[in-house]
């Protein structure tokens, strides 16, 4: 064989002579074999460097992203049914890309901008970075290397094309206009968010800390031209309020086998977080203190075209041994975002074995960002153990149960309100109001509170303002989604409205409730009425209603009530001894962001406080399942200092 060295390229392994003489058989026909492959390989390697838009590879991750954001250069089947597999309803506008050092993410947003600009004329592109400097340093060289090849032979400067380049200094006035007059401009962030008021543009990319207003802002100027953002960081920052906006509420919808982040005590598996057998892994050990190149690729990026079949994207985990799944891909609570994690072995260009080196020794949050993407929550949500295990259809809430209602009541918006079913099982919330559903007079009112980069709590959404309902109002909905039959009768022609409505009872109903319960703070303060003190408690009494005040506001002991029911051991098996006792309907949507979000740092003010409120109330207070032996009748039932039904 001969002595001649290839060069190493981090996809394309070198071809193995001795394996070529073992099945060839032939010296001098192996040797000829091993030179074609060679050449072959040398081609690809210059067709690359010559190209990268048009022969540069590409990880499989960046696809899905592609398919999350509907863009024009992927098949149109696949990507709507990746989307419908990671339960997107339909593409979206903005993706936040989270990855760990060296995954490739700048290197997709400039790519995919070129893309863009060169097969969309008259597109446009903002691509900004945190300064001046910053861009010149990272961002430009990024476009310059994947412009097509004839325009960076030369400067051109032509009334329709303007590409003028030079490593030190950028792109000359930080732009570039390619013949097709698409356009590109850099920006940063130290610039007033003045300058990007009022401009239309097809593609934005932001690298690190965007400002979350800005990234409000950016959203309008991308609707005109129904165009896309791709915001990309390293959560070195933790969860800054920019991460906040995308993941605050978000469902993870993908997972991945962290390998890095035992849970059974062993040893970080490299090799398989690589994406590599023992024996690759092993061979690039041995290749890189030879300083030769290796006859492996330095990562097998996972498969993520295997979703879709069914099969496994990742190295089967060995038996005996766990590790930490982590989010891949988030559905956020805006439908137009999206959030996808990248990893360094996605990248095998940016040498991830070293960088495998770096992270295994660091501490499991350092291993999640700066491997995994994930930013650390220093103020998490009070109940961290939240999660899809509580998240439960509907249809698979028990049917037998004894329900109540609990209502958190203010001033200036609407009430709040949830049904809690108590079983055998466990308690089940299963509705609210608003929810997400059509009501009469308003429409489908929208979240009650979204994700909000200031505050920890979210910020108040469509919902929470004042559809003007007065307290018959109230009790007409209340007996609408119950079921009354008093609310299903015509009105008789004597009768007006308010009167017809304040003689409802919920005697003859489709959905007995045990007992309605109101919160204290809100419903036991006299107001002068009529020239007389009055509670709301009082007001609804008279139109027929009754309710309870709720215990005291103790905050702490019903969050910790609320998180005894809520917990369940994550390394043991799901069954009749390991099994939370407080679920939520998955239409709830309303309490699912806010159990997801609430921090309790925003105090009696906070977006999600209420639908948490609720929560809170209702395994304080003294419910209970009460069997019933008559469907749609109250269960008369002696209940101490109650009374009798």
């Not at 691509?127 to 990024?142: D, G, K, R, W």
């Not at 996972?302 to 990742?314: H, K, T």
């Not at 509907?394 to 049917?399: D, H, L, T, V």
């Not at 309790?600 to 109330?617: E, I, L, Q």
């Amino acid at each position: 064989m001969t002595d001649w060295k290839p060069m190493p390229h981090p996809l394309l392994p070198v071809p193995d002579a001795e394996k070529i003489y073992r099945v060839v058989g032939d010296a001098k026909r192996a040797e000829q074999v091993w030179m074609d492959k060679h050449a072959q390989r040398a081609q690809i390697m210059a067709e690359e460097r010559a190209d990268p838009l048009v022969s540069g590879w590409e990880p499989p991750i960046w696809r899905v992203v592609y398919a999350l954001l509907g863009m024009p250069f992927v098949d149109a089947s696949w990507a709507a049914a990746m989307r419908a597999y990671l339960k997107f309803e339909h593409a979206v506008k903005c993706v936040l890309i989270s990855g760990g050092n060296r995954s490739g993410k700048s290197e997709f947003g400039a790519k995919t901008s070129m893309k863009i600009l060169t097969s969309m004329a008259e597109s446009r592109c903002w691509a900004f970075h945190t300064n001046a400097p910053m861009s010149v340093e990272y961002t430009q060289p990024l476009h310059y290397k994947y412009l097509p090849p004839h325009l960076r032979e030369r400067e051109i400067r032509s009334e329709t094309t303007y590409v003028a380049y030079k490593q030190k200094t950028g792109f000359s006035d930080a732009k570039y206009v390619l013949p097709n007059r698409s356009e590109a401009y850099f920006r940063n962030y130290e610039q007033k968010i003045e300058t990007i008021e009022g401009g239309e543009v097809n593609i934005v990319t932001a690298d690190e800390l965007l400002p979350p207003d800005w990234l409000q802002t950016l959203m309008f100027r991308t609707a005109t031209r129904d165009g896309w953002i791709m915001v990309y960081f390293t959560p070195v920052q933790g969860y800054t309020p920019t991460v906040r906006v995308f993941q605050d509420g978000a469902e993870v919808v993908q997972e991945c086998d962290a390998f890095l982040l035992p849970r059974d005590g062993g040893e970080p598996d490299e090799a398989r977080a690589l994406g590599l057998t023992q024996q690759e892994y092993a061979e690039q050990v041995d290749a890189k203190r030879e300083k030769r190149p290796a006859t492996c690729p330095a990562s097998r990026p996972e498969d993520c075209d295997a979703w879709l079949r069914g099969e496994p994207s990742q190295p089967v985990v060995p038996a005996g041994r766990t590790f930490e799944r982590v989010p891949r891909v988030m559905k956020c609570v805006d439908p137009e975002k999206a959030v996808v994690f990248f990893s360094p072995a996605d990248n095998p260009y940016g040498n991830p074995m070293v960088v495998t080196t770096k992270v295994r020794s660091d501490t499991a949050v350092l291993v999640r960002e700066r491997w995994y993407g994930i930013a650390n929550k220093t103020i998490s949500a009070r109940f961290p153990k939240f999660g899809p295990i509580h998240i439960v259809d509907p249809e698979a809430i028990p049917k037998a149960g004894t329900n109540y209602l609990f209502v958190d009541p203010a001033s200036g918006r609407n009430f709040f309100m949830s049904w809690f079913r108590f079983t055998p099982q466990g308690v089940y919330l299963y509705r609210e109001w608003p929810g997400n559903y059509f009501i009469d007079e308003v429409g489908v009112p929208g979240p009650w509170a979204t994700p909000d980069g200031k505050h920890l709590d979210g910020r108040a959404g469509p919902a929470q303002e004042s559809f003007g309902f007065g307290l018959l109002r109230y009790k007409e909905e209340i007996a609408k989604l119950e079921g009354w039959r008093d609310a299903r009768a015509p009105k008789p022609p004597d009768m007006s409205r308010e009167d017809w409505v304040a003689a409802w009872d919920d005697e003859d109903t489709d959905e007995p409730v045990e007992e309605r319960y109101m919160d204290s703070r809100f419903a036991s303060s006299a107001k002068l009425e009529n020239d007389r003190p009055t509670t709301l408690l009082e007001e609804f009494d008279e139109i027929g209603m009754n309710f309870i005040a709720t215990p005291g506001d103790d905050i702490n002991e019903g969050v910790k009530m609320l998180e005894t029911l809520l917990y369940y051991r994550q390394d043991a098996e799901i069954g009749y001894f390991n099994m939370p006792k407080f679920f939520v309907a998955s239409d709830c949507t309303n309490t699912i962001f806010s159990l997801q979000t609430w921090t309790g740092k925003d105090g009696r003010k906070g977006a999600c406080k209420d639908p948490v409120d609720n929560c809170r109330y209702a395994v304080l207070s003294d419910c209970d399942y009460i069997e019933v032996l008559t469907p749609g009748k109250k269960p008369k039932i002696e209940r101490a200092g109650r009374g009798v039904y």
